[in-house]
């Protein structure tokens, strides 16, 4: 079930902790993609926050909010670029998108696999996408003060395997939200020590979200036969009759020179019989 867009935006915009996790998690957007010059750069789900550092080079940013979450303006003071749209029929055409953010996108969809198709097919060839969900081993996950705690999280090995059904080639994964998720002074003030210490240390099973990074490679088709005729070359040479040998090849080359020569011809002389000869003496 998806989070209402008001929620969400009250969490970002509106709460030290929102403003927190936000920052900590597009340093590590931004650390896996550092620019976007001329490229078409998407967000799905709750993905604006991630996407401000692109709308100054990218050639185009789009914010797609599934509908039951609901849709916000956006970005503050700039034209709008986000729009409302179902949640597996978004409206972009297919391989229009380079880059593609999914933020409480696909953990709180009821239809998780028709998410993926549709990220699949908007992504062009080599495009990338980087999917946030919450941890399921991370603190995070378990407190219902954030948007993560919410929906369904994932392990590593879930989220990989997920992807990689749907035809996505996983690149890397990363890990954020390494501080206790409170609103206390002092886990807010030394939030960015933990960020720090948790990327050095943790091999991302700590953090409160993954982000794994996948990719859409595109493979030839291969022609119908082909592995056949390859690995089997033989078998053309086996379907040519094979000659004649022995007598019988002799008797038809006999028959075949009697009906090419003309009538009045003397006989033809075996090539392996020698004439006789009168003695010379």
């Known amino acids: 079930m998806h989070l209402d867009v008001l929620d969400l935006r009250n969490f970002y915009y509106r709460t030290n902790l929102g403003r927190v996790a936000q920052k900590a998690i597009r340093d590590q957007v931004l650390a896996c993609w550092p620019e976007a010059k001329g ?18 080079d990218a050639r185009r940013v789009i914010g797609l909010m599934p509908g039951p979450q609901g849709v916000m303006p956006w ?28 933020l409480h996108g696909l953990e709180t969809s009821e239809q998780p696999s028709a998410v993926l198709e549709e990220a699949f097919r908007v992504l062009g060839p080599g495009g990338r996408a980087l999917f946030i969900v919450p941890h399921r081993g991370g603190l995070w996950a378990g407190s219902d003060r954030t948007p993560f705690g919410f929906g369904r999280p994932y392990t590593l090995g879930q989220i990989e395997a997920q992807l990689r059904r749907h035809s996505f080639q996983v690149e890397g994964h990363r890990a954020a939200l390494f501080a206790f998720p409170s609103e206390r002074r002092f886990w807010l003030k030394s939030a960015t020590f933990w960020e720090r210490l948790g990327r050095r240390v943790s091999t991302g099973l700590m953090g409160g979200v993954l982000m794994v990074e996948a990719s859409k490679q595109l493979h030839a088709p291969r022609p119908s036969g082909l592995r056949e005729r390859v690995l089997r070359p033989l078998d053309a040479i086996e379907a040519f009759p094979k000659p004649v040998a022995g007598p019988a090849r002799t008797a038809a080359s006999a028959a075949f020179r009697a009906r090419e020569a003309p009538a009045d011809a003397p006989p033809a002389v075996q090539a392996d019989t020698p004439p006789d000869c009168p003695n010379p003496t």
């Open 39 to 56: 490229q078409t750069v998407a967000g799905f789900g709750f993905a604006v926050p991630l996407l401000r550092p692109y709308l100054a």
């Open 75 to 102: 970005p503050a003071g700039m034209d709008n670029v986000s729009v409302l749209c179902p949640e597996t029929l978004w409206p972009l055409p297919t391989g229009l998108v380079d880059k593609l953010v999914l």
